[in-house]
């Protein structure tokens, strides 16, 4: 499978390890067709054929948090993987407010986010 990396949100994205890991077994024991890595800390990795779901989403933001999401289809996983980046977009530019300056706002939005990424 060819993933899509011309969609939104992909310009700070870039192959992790120079895709050295493609082709190997993940950690949901599929093998990886796509692993990505966020210059601002965060990393998505795809495998097909994982043990639970033809396809694995496993995916974090260095330091934040940590989930692994399933999908049955190539189309799911595209789909899946542009509002990843969007959302992940989204907590990225939360980050550019001075710390001193978050409100309770920021921290509810902050909250909203990451409870966003991690459903299911």
Known sequence: MEL????????????FDKGRTLGKKGSERGTIIADMENINGARITVEKDADTAPYAITFGIYGLMFHTHFKSTPEEVELYLD??????HKVFALYEQDEGSRSDEWYHEHDRLVHELTID
């Open 4 to 15: 899509n990396t011309g969609s939104a949100y992909t310009q700070d994205w870039q192959p």
């Open 83 to 88: 509002w990843i980046r969007s959302t992940m």
